[in-house]
Structure formats: C-alpha cells, structure tokens
C-alpha cells in the first residue's frame, strides 16, 4: 500500500474523526507545501483553519457522504480537484492536479468565444452586405424606372420630331401649290392683257379698213362725176 500511495501522481491523505493526519504521500505533500513531519499527528483545523473547502469536509464528515469540489493550491499554484470519502475512522482526500484539464477547458471556452464572436461579427457583416444588396437593388430598380421614363420622353420627343417634321412637309407642300397658283394667276392676267391687246389691235385695223373703204368711196364717187 505504501508503494501504491508513494508512486501516486494524486496526493492523497487521510484524517482521523478528530481531523489529525494519519497518512500523507509524497504528492499530498507538495500539493499541500508542507513536509510529512509538519503533517502527522496534527490537526487539519489547527494547521489550515482558513482553508477553502472546510464546509464539504465537514459535511462528509458528519454525513458520512462522498463530496468533490475545486481548490487552488497556492504552493504549486495549480486548481486541485478534491474528492472527500468517508472511511470507518475519518475521511480519505484525494487531490488530482486539474490545471491541464482546466487550461484545455479555458482554451475551449477561448475558443469558442472567438469562434461566438466571429460568427457573430460575420452575421452581422452578412446583414450589412444584405442591407446594401437590397440598397443597391433598390438604386437599381430606382435607375429601371428613371431608364424607361427617359425612353418613354424620348419615344415622345422623337414622335413630337416626326409630327413637326410631317408639318412642315405639309406647309411646304402647300406653300408649293400655292407659289404654283400665284404663277397660274399671272399668266392667266398676262394671256387676258394679251387677248385684249390683241382684240384692241383687230378693232382698230377694222376701223382703218372701213376709212379706207370709206375714202376709195369717195374717190370712185369723185371720178364717176368727172
């Protein structure tokens, strides 16, 4: 049993029902920082009245129940796990060195917070980009709007430009005819000053040729006298 305690890697000790050490291997030993010698025979309560843990001692003790819970110990400073068995004469402690395990245990913690806190630092970019997604997609949908509103003005413009264009083919049509009239009205004033020039003109040949006639009268009457 000795062998056993001594090549222990837990400390281990044990207390009498007055709370004197009865056995303390080599580990309880550094665990606790002090020698074997300082330990035997004396009391718990007297050595370490102030240690943590005393109420779930005290309660396995009088209950005679099984009790596990954390300590530090200072001398090594390292988190023990202290597990309390009651035995026949007193009490069993055994102390497990759980600094290993309590620094994977805070590493997983460590871990997890960066992994919460990334996740949430992504969530939030993903709304952000989300947010701006539907931003954009609202700008773009904005932009749509105002495209066929421009095209919609510029089929109209475009219609409004035929229209004036057709107009103005129309006015220069119907300035054509109208140029085309005017000179239709000369040449008909132009063909009646002819036509009465020319009826002025047979008038007056008329009236030369009746004097004419009238004064070879006149001469034929002249000599018939003779």
């Known amino acids: 049993l000795t062998d056993v305690l001594e090549s222990m890697t837990d400390g281990f000790v044990s ?54 819970f954390e300590v530090w110990s200072k001398p090594l400073e390292t988190r023990l796990e202290v597990h309390a068995y009651p035995t026949f004469s007193g009490l069993s402690i055994l102390f497990t060195d759980i600094s290993a395990r309590k620094a994977v245990e805070q590493a997983l913690r460590d871990s997890e917070a960066r992994l919460r806190l990334l996740f949430e630092e992504s969530q939030a970019l993903a709304e952000k980009l989300q947010a701006r997604t539907e931003e954009l997609q609202a700008q773009g949908e904005e932009l749509q709007a105002q495209t066929e509103e421009l095209q919609a003005q ?65 001469l034929e009457s002249a000599a018939s006298v003779d």
């Open 15 to 68: 207390v009498d029902d007055g709370w004197r050490y009865t056995l303390v291997n080599p580990r309880a030993e550094e665990l606790i920082g002090r020698p074997v010698a300082e330990l035997l025979g004396r009391s718990m309560e007297d050595l370490f009245p102030d240690m943590f843990g005393w109420s779930h001692y005290r309660q396995a003790m009088s209950e005679r129940t099984s009790e596990t």
């Open 154 to 218: 510029g089929e109209e413009l475009q219609a409004t430009q035929q229209g004036e264009a057709t107009r103005v083919a129309r006015l220069s049509v119907l300035k054509e005819v109208a140029d085309s009239a005017s000179s239709s009205l000369d040449l008909q004033r132009v063909a009646a000053s002819v036509v009465n020039l020319v009826h002025r003109l047979l008038a007056a040949r008329q009236v030369e040729i009746r004097l004419v006639d009238e004064a070879r009268s006149v």
